[in-house]
């Protein structure tokens, strides 16, 4: 059984979709098409139902899966063991971030480690905070980037840097022109926000929570899984959105959205920070990633 074959099959399982997949591993879609076939012939079993554009694992490819994820983490494991005994600085690791670092500051992270250790080959997968801790605890990935705290979470944490949560508007909408606006004026306006689990969510209900309100309060006309999502309904005259300002830096600067900052309030900052298993020893790749993380602290965004 080819390990590329099988990184493939996980891959098209975690994006639901060919074309996808073979982007993010760097192959054509008839290619990715072959190793789900040749897998398919060797396991005789139909791994995956096709529905449209996406596919979904069957019962069968569920089972197939998990053994699968196992393999390529044990064949990790045995590599970076064997370049551990020889002393030589090369390895696989799997890291993972909530989406704003994994999206606007993991991918600049990794260039630069890769450029001190150019042996060590990372995969990013980008999740919501709360799923990236949960895989960490399940020994999916070894180290995370998320952005809120988890009191009593099995995870050591070392803060990295901080981002601010804002709401913004598209520069057509009326609330744009003002500068600030009020609470209940903020109510009334449609609103997207990021959906549970999210980093930037949890600081937004956080700061409504001060100031004595719900999320039911608001009008929300919809919770969506990224930023990007947010920013295109924004500028698409949805409504307002809740953002983290890294994530929109260059459309504000652009003049494409605007802050709209809430009278009498600053907007509520939030902290980054790496987390790895508590009491878990990490891989040597691991640990030297970690490591260049937090040595290069004071530089961060």
Same mark, same amino acid.
């Given at each position: 059984? +080819?390990?590329?074959?099988?990184?493939?099959?996980?891959?098209? %399982?975690?994006?639901?979709?060919?074309?996808? *997949?073979?982007?993010?591993?760097?192959?054509?879609?008839?290619? @990715?098409?072959?190793? #789900?076939?040749?897998?398919?012939?060797? @396991?005789?079993?139909?791994?995956?139902?096709?529905? =449209?554009?996406? @596919? *979904?694992?069957?019962?069968?490819?569920?089972?197939?899966?998990?053994?699968?994820? $196992?393999?390529?983490?044990?064949?990790?494991?045995?590599?970076? %063991?064997i370049?551990?005994?020889?002393?030589?600085?090369? =390895?696989?690791?799997?890291?993972g971030?909530?989406? #704003?670092?994994?999206?606007?500051?993991?991918?600049?992270?990794?260039?630069?480690?890769?450029?001190?250790?150019?042996? #060590?080959?990372?995969?990013? /997968?980008?999740?919501?905070?709360?799923?990236?801790? +949960?895989?960490?605890?399940a020994?999916?990935?070894?180290?995370?980037?998320? =952005?809120m705290?988890?009191?009593?979470?099995?995870?050591?944490?070392?803060?990295?840097?901080?981002?601010?949560?804002? /709401?913004?508007?598209?520069?057509?909408?009326?609330?744009?022109?003002?500068?600030?606006?009020?609470?209940?004026?903020?109510? %009334?306006?449609?609103?997207?926000?990021?959906?549970?689990?999210?980093?930037?969510?949890?600081?937004?209900?956080?700061?409504?929570?001060?100031?004595?309100?719900?999320?039911?309060?608001?009008?929300?006309?919809?919770?969506?899984?990224?930023?990007? *999502?947010?920013?295109?309904?924004?500028?698409?005259?949805?409504?307002? =959105?809740i953002?983290? +300002?890294?994530?929109?830096? $260059? $459309?504000?600067?652009?003049?494409? /959205?605007?802050?709209?900052?809430?009278r009498?309030?600053?907007?509520?900052?939030?902290?980054?920070? *790496?987390?790895?298993?508590?009491?878990?020893?990490?891989?040597?790749?691991?640990?030297?990633?970690?490591?260049?993380?937090?040595?290069?602290?004071?530089?961060?965004?």
């Amino acid at each position: 059984m +080819d390990m590329k074959h099988l990184e493939t099959f996980c891959k098209v %399982a975690e994006l639901g979709s060919f074309s996808r *997949a073979g982007e993010a591993v760097y192959l054509t879609q008839p290619t @990715v098409s072959g190793h #789900i076939a040749s897998l398919e012939q060797t @396991v005789g079993l139909k791994l995956f139902d096709r529905l =449209g554009r996406r @596919v *979904a694992l069957t019962n069968g490819g569920q089972v197939f899966y998990r053994y699968a994820k $196992e393999i390529l983490k044990l064949r990790d494991e045995a590599l970076n %063991a064997i370049y551990e005994f020889s002393h030589l600085i090369k =390895g696989r690791i799997t890291i993972g971030g909530s989406t #704003i670092p994994g999206e606007y500051f993991l991918p600049k992270v990794m260039g630069g480690f890769q450029g001190e250790a150019p042996g #060590i080959s990372i995969s990013l /997968v980008i999740a919501d905070s709360q799923k990236i801790i +949960d895989m960490l605890l399940a020994g999916e990935i070894e180290v995370g980037v998320v =952005g809120m705290r988890f009191d009593g979470e099995r995870v050591d944490v070392y803060p990295l840097f901080h981002d601010r949560v804002i /709401v913004i508007a598209s520069s057509e909408h009326p609330l744009a022109s003002k500068g600030e606006v009020s609470w209940e004026e903020l109510r %009334a306006a449609p609103l997207l926000i990021r959906e549970r689990g999210s980093g930037t969510r949890k600081a937004f209900e956080g700061y409504m929570t001060a100031a004595g309100l719900r999320v039911d309060d608001f009008s929300i006309i919809g919770e969506v899984g990224s930023s990007t *999502a947010v920013k295109e309904g924004v500028k698409g005259g949805i409504g307002l =959105g809740i953002i983290s +300002d890294l994530a929109v830096q $260059e $459309e504000i600067e652009g003049g494409r /959205v605007k802050e709209v900052k809430i009278r009498g309030q600053g907007a509520p900052e939030r902290d980054f920070f *790496a987390v790895v298993p508590k009491g878990r020893g990490l891989s040597p790749p691991a640990r030297r990633f970690l490591e260049f993380l937090l040595t290069r602290r004071p530089s961060l965004p």
